[in-house]
């Protein structure tokens, strides 16, 4: 069975801190993982990756996706106050027309 | 330019009753896809539509279908709701299928409360 499993569930750090978020998947015939950020309700975009060992950044959050072993890591540096949200991986498989999501983990950064 | 559109923004419905949820893809967006999203669970994908045909369609009861428009908007309907129907539904638009080549933007919901 194809599943999408994200760690840790929750986590709370201060301001300034570095976060680490993981995301492992088993699917049949892969073809990206995404990551998006979800504040009240509807998933932002963040990251889409395709291919092993290339570092995705936008600021200060960057990716990587390990394609051998299945897994990809989402960072956030010198994390803020604004960056409180819900962290979702999904994986693309293809022919599948659809994204199946891991739970999320939940990020709060405190003053 | 307007983003994906979703109504209701909230509802509240009684166990029994049937719902109708609605969706404007973002102009030119072709694709439409209609997930939900349970407390403290990550979205589950419960119908895509492409070019007004049903193309993809998750593990969901036969009380969910779902249609799409000329226009590209489509609906989800929810018939004989139950109180495990709360959830915040989400839809994605789409140029075409596929996450790779196109995409997926998402409208911020509906969300939607059985009693």
């Known amino acids: 069975e194809d599943k999408v499993v994200q760690s840790p569930l929750s986590l709370v750090v201060h301001e300034g801190d570095t976060v680490t978020l993981n995301c492992s998947y088993e699917v049949t015939n892969f073809r990206s993982l995404l990551w998006y950020k979800q504040e009240k309700k509807a998933p932002t975009f963040l990251f889409m990756l395709t291919s092993s060992g290339i570092e995705k950044k936008s600021g200060r959050l960057s990716s990587i996706l390990d394609k051998k072993e299945l897994f990809s890591i989402l960072n956030i540096t010198a994390t803020q106050t604004g960056d409180s949200a819900i962290y979702l991986c999904?994986?693309?498989?293809?022919?599948?027309?659809?994204?199946?999501f891991g739970a999320g983990t939940q990020v709060v950064v405190t003053p | 330019d307007a983003g994906v559109t979703q109504s209701p923004t909230h509802l509240i419905k009684t166990r029994g009753q049937h719902v109708t949820l609605r969706c404007s893809p973002i102009?030119?967006?072709?694709?439409v896809s209609w997930y939900q999203q349970v407390l403290g669970q990550g979205p589950q994908f419960i119908f895509q539509?492409?070019?007004?045909?049903?193309?993809g369609r998750g593990n969901f009861p036969d009380r969910f279908s779902a249609r799409q428009f000329p226009n590209y908007s489509s609906e989800l309907n929810v018939n004989a709701l139950l109180l495990g129907d709360s959830a915040l539904y989400l839809c994605?638009?789409?140029?075409?299928?596929?996450?790779?080549?196109?995409?997926?933007?998402f409208g911020s919901g509906t969300r939607l409360t059985v009693v």
């Open positions: 539509y492409y070019e007004k045909e049903e193309r």
């Open positions: 994605a638009s789409s140029l075409a299928t596929g996450a790779v080549l196109f995409g997926y933007t």
């Open positions: 102009s030119g967006h072709k694709s």
């Open positions: 999904a994986v693309e498989a293809a022919g599948w027309g659809k994204l199946q």
